[in-house]
């Protein structure tokens, strides 16, 4: 392995910045000129708005605009799009409401943005907003989501009766029902997967401008995604406006975990302020704000059944979910519990037979959408919880009952029955590293030992496959995705060898400032020091879809091998050409093109320096050496892994610690081993803490009670133990470089290890995420009583 | 407007400021310090922690008018003649940032830990940074630096 090249734990190029205060989040920006936006937020779940009075706004000192739902209305702008169409059952399309980025008669979410206050300074927007009064006629609203889909519950938008958006299915019911009738033992359990509050560290920022003169719109955001943020702007949220003439930056930004990736109403809202003032227009998120105004993820309620044989083979699987999609539609929001959820229920097993019924319903509470795993930790969940009940029914060893319904090595390609095809993995080996790394084998032990301190020792494990790298752009559109999700790449050789890699992947933590020049740094035979990453700003970079489901490397990645590629076909002609030799006879190897089995070469630096002082040169060749190519993807990819969690709790308190925590991936093959591990360490974290502390509450009005780092229990330092973590790799069959995708195992797997390991600790069925220490006190309680 | 004299950075500075404006606001949005994030509003997160008198604090706790007089140590601050701070060089070594939001903040209030008690275990390291929220890095690492930073300091 070269240094820098694939494989090596190069330390982080974005370090030095990040590390010394000089990166550059887009707070940190402020442009000539710049007023300052505060929004008026609806304090009610669900309430008409009767009146909104901004004359004391208007006066207040400071304050230049006031704009409301009626400006945007006038204006016919301000409409946020859903990105995906789900049909139900029958055929119909799912309810699409409209989302206005500021609305007029009907506030849905407390939270909702009603009107937008912009002032010389960020004290004077604030002041100014508290002073619009708004008439609120409050209506009964619909929290909860059981009880949202019953007739009679207040409807939050008129159009979805009993609140329904959709009631989709997956799979072969007739075939399912047939694989229970004849099973040997049915298990069945209800569970809830609690909704998170994704908390990037950075809170959204957005300034907009917009200059009069040339017509050219600015929009600096912190986003996962800024072309897609510009296409839905040019093509839905601002009609009219040309999209050459709107540049979206994504500059530094602080964590996404997916609450970055949706097209939110300030970010449409600064630009369209900026332009009636003409002057920038900047809104920073407080923490307060990000609670009730991010995307929220998870919240589904399923009831789950498994049919097994005698001997504890698999035959069929039945869910029925309800998922929350809050009180509007959210970008992805639709594709999260049904492509990105039901689709993965087989696991890592030969289930023969699946059918998945999922009903996506409105609430009065903020819009849910992808969080970090979008839908798959939420089928992980539901599956490696049901396997452990079905296991401990039937008296059979937990970690026996995974083996016996393990895909072996040797079934891949392995078609699902619900729709994905999964090209490789090796479910066994990630199985039995992760038990050997977690002494599996010596647990009882350590079980007895912590029983003579008086506490409850329990041990939990879970294996999982997901799929990453979405999509390919026509399977994605059959299932009624609105967009192409393909990636692009541009690869610009500099006269003198180094290069600059334009990639339309973003990075808001993962590290492809590094982790991309290793790749090219590899390819090319140079040193990573010479290559330069650019992302994040639509300016610089060709149209692309951004970073999202783990698809950077897998997606992205390939199209800038893809680049590479040609890159190296063009020095071949323009070597053999210095040499004199056939094209065919050439070959590149670590950095130089050699005539095969002779000592005559050509450095890349000598041939990149005759690209562009062509003076001896193929005739008919272009000067120049610059490529870019784009790569729709042939297959999600499928990461897969095993996880095993240790717990100790107090029975006294109910306070439950993860003591040990194993997780062994599959991500296909490595670039970075110290980022892919800083990968597993942070998903596991949130992984911990949603299985464990977080999970967003509402009261029956609607109001978040959680919504403020001090009611939402963020895992912190002392939540979490070290971690032990490892790789197994088999390689993606379908991409150049082998990659899967790393970004989400960690949050995927880890929720059902540690409630696996909370069940086994207290001998119980099962218990509710959050297990907080209320949860796991009441569940000894009732367990010693009965 | 009160106007303040204090040290930042060994520099002397003077500012106009408001009785409510805080600390991180003057560094920020008078200063240009833009090194100091906020990451929230109830003084939870700890990305704004700086050192007042070489003790840490979280910036959006303090008033700027309480700084009158005082030395403060933002990020920027940290690194002597372009050679890292060993909390940041560990940091970069053993990967404890990933989007550098909460790194300002983590390294200022680590480096108060280690100079209050070098011989921190593990433990005592999670303890102390329990008021530094990061949600990237899942705390694993910024532990292996802190102790790494720990040890180089010699115990000192």
């Known amino acids: 392995m070269a240094r820098g090249g694939i494989g090596d734990s190069l330390k982080r190029k974005e370090d030095a910045r990040f590390l010394t205060g000089r990166g550059t989040y887009t707070d940190d920006i402020n442009r000539p000129g710049q007023a300052h936006a505060a929004f008026v937020r609806s304090p009610h779940a669900h309430a008409r708005i009767r009146a909104v009075r901004t004359e004391a706004a208007r006066a207040a000192p400071g304050v230049v605009a006031v704009l409301t739902g009626a400006d945007l209305a006038a204006d016919k702008v301000g409409i946020l799009p859903a990105g995906w169409l789900i049909h139900s059952k029958d055929g119909s399309p799912m309810v699409e409401p409209g989302h206005p980025a500021l609305v007029a008669d009907k506030v849905r979410h407390v939270g909702d943005q009603v009107a937008v206050v912009v002032a010389e300074t960020r004290e004077q927007a604030r002041a100014g907003a508290a002073l619009v009064e708004v008439d609120y006629e409050v209506l009964p609203a619909a929290v909860n989501l059981v009880e949202a889909i019953r007739p009679g519950a207040p409807l939050v938008h008129d159009a979805a009766r009993l609140n329904t958006c959709y009631d989709w299915h997956l799979g072969d019911k007739a075939a399912t029902d047939a694989a229970f009738a004849g099973a040997h033992k049915v298990v069945t359990l209800d569970l809830v997967n609690n909704r998170l509050i994704p908390n990037a560290m950075e809170p959204r920022s957005a300034i907009g401008d917009h200059d009069r003169v040339t017509g050219d719109f600015t929009l600096i955001t912190s986003s996962q995604n800024p072309h897609l943020i510009r296409l839905l702007l040019a093509a839905f949220t601002m009609p009219g406006t040309p999209e050459h003439k709107l540049r979206v930056v994504a500059p530094d930004v602080g964590g996404g975990f997916g609450s970055k990736i949706f097209h939110y109403a300030e970010d449409f809202v600064v630009l369209w302020a900026a332009r009636r003032l003409g002057r920038p227009v900047k809104w920073t998120s407080t923490r307060s704000e990000a609670f009730v105004t991010d995307a929220h993820g998870r919240d589904h309620v399923t009831h789950v059944e498994l049919a097994l044989d005698r001997d504890g083979k698999f035959l069929g699987l039945r869910e029925r979910t309800l998922a929350n999609m809050g009180a509007y539609l959210s970008q992805f929001a639709p594709s999260v519990p049904t492509y990105l959820h039901s689709t993965l229920l087989a696991g890592c097993y030969t289930t023969p037979a699946i059918y998945a019924e999922v009903r996506a319903v409105f609430t009065n509470t903020v819009p849910v959408d992808a969080y970090r795993g979008a839908g798959r930790p939420e089928a992980t969940y539901l599956l490696e919880r049901i396997v452990d009940v079905a296991a401990r029914e039937m008296g059979i060893d937990r970690v026996e009952i995974r083996r016996r319904n393990f895909i072996r090595p040797d079934q891949f390609p392995y078609q699902t029955p619900v729709a994905l095809q999964y090209d490789s993995g090796n479910y066994q080996a990630t199985l039995e590293t992760a038990l050997r790394k977690a002494d599996w084998a010596g647990f009882e032990k350590r079980r007895a030992e912590a029983r003579s301190r008086g506490k409850l020792r329990g041990i939990g494990i879970s294996t999982y496959v997901e799929a990453c790298g979405i999509a390919p752009s026509a399977v994605v559109g059959a299932l009624g995705g609105r967009v192409g999700l393909w990636e692009s790449a541009q690869v610009r050789v500099h006269p003198t060898g180094s290069v600059t890699v334009f990639t339309g992947a973003h990075s808001h933590g993962q590290g492809h400032e590094t982790t991309f020049a290793q790749l090219v740094a590899d390819r090319l035979g140079i040193s990573p020091d010479a290559v330069e990453v650019v992302h994040g700003d639509t300016a610089k970079s060709a149209f692309a879809m951004g970073t999202y489901g783990s698809r950077s490397l897998a997606v992205g990645g390939t199209a800038i091998v893809k680049a590479l590629d040609k890159i190296v076909t063009k020095g071949k002609k323009i070597a053999a050409h210095l040499l004199e030799a056939a094209e065919g006879d050439v070959e590149f190897e670590s950095g130089r093109f050699v005539v095969k089995g002779t000592d005559r070469a050509k450095t890349f630096g000598e041939v990149v320096l005759a690209a562009y002082i062509p003076h001896k040169y193929p005739a008919g060749l272009e000067p120049g050496l610059e490529e870019g190519a784009v790569y729709d993807p042939m297959n999600f990819t499928f990461p897969a892994g095993c996880h095993v969690c240790e717990v100790e709790i107090d029975p006294d308190t109910g306070s439950t610690r993860v003591v040990a925590f194993t997780a062994v991936d599959d991500v296909g093959t490595v670039i970075n081993p110290m980022i892919v591990e800083g990968q597993v360490h942070g998903g596991v974290t949130q992984g911990i803490g949603q299985a464990l502390l977080e999970g967003a509450v509402y009261d029956d009005d609607g109001q978040l009670l959680t919504g403020s780092f001090l009611g939402y229990t963020m895992p912190r330092a002392a939540d979490v133990p070290s971690y032990q973590v490892a790789t197994e790799t088999t390689a993606c069959t379908h991409n150049p470089l082998g990659v899967k995708g790393v970004g989400e195992v960690g949050a995927i797997g880890s929720p059902p290890a540690v409630i696996n390991a909370v069940c086994d600790a207290i001998g119980i069925r099962h218990i509710e995420m959050p297990a907080t220490p209320e949860r796991v006190w009441r569940a000894i309680r009732d367990a010693r009583k009965s | ?156």
């Not at chain 2, 991180?24 to 704004?48: F, I, M, P, W, Y």
């Not at chain 2, 003649?81 to 070594?93: C, I, N, R, S, V």
Request: aromatic share 2%.
């Open chain 2, 1 to 156: 407007m009160p106007s303040i004299s204090l040290q930042v950075n060994g520099k002397h500075v003077t500012a106009e400021v408001e009785s409510r404006t805080l600390l991180v606001e003057l560094l920020r949005e008078k200063l240009g310090l833009t090194g100091t994030h906020v990451g929230c509003d109830t003084s939870q997160c700890g990305a704004c922690t700086v050192h007042v008198d070489g003790r840490s604090v979280k910036s959006c706790t303090m008033l700027a008018v309480e700084a009158e007089g005082r030395a403060v140590t933002t990020i920027e601050g940290l690194a002597t003649d372009g050679k890292l701070h060993p909390m940041q060089a560990a940091f970069h070594e053993l990967h404890g940032l990933q989007c550098g939001y909460c790194t300002p903040g983590m390294v200022m209030s680590a480096v108060d830990l280690v100079a209050r008690k070098p011989d921190a275990s593990d433990e005592e390291i999670r303890a102390w940074l329990e008021g530094n929220l990061c949600r990237c890095t899942g705390y694993h690492n910024i532990v292996r630096a802190v102790r790494s930073a720990a040890a180089q300091s010699g115990g000192r």
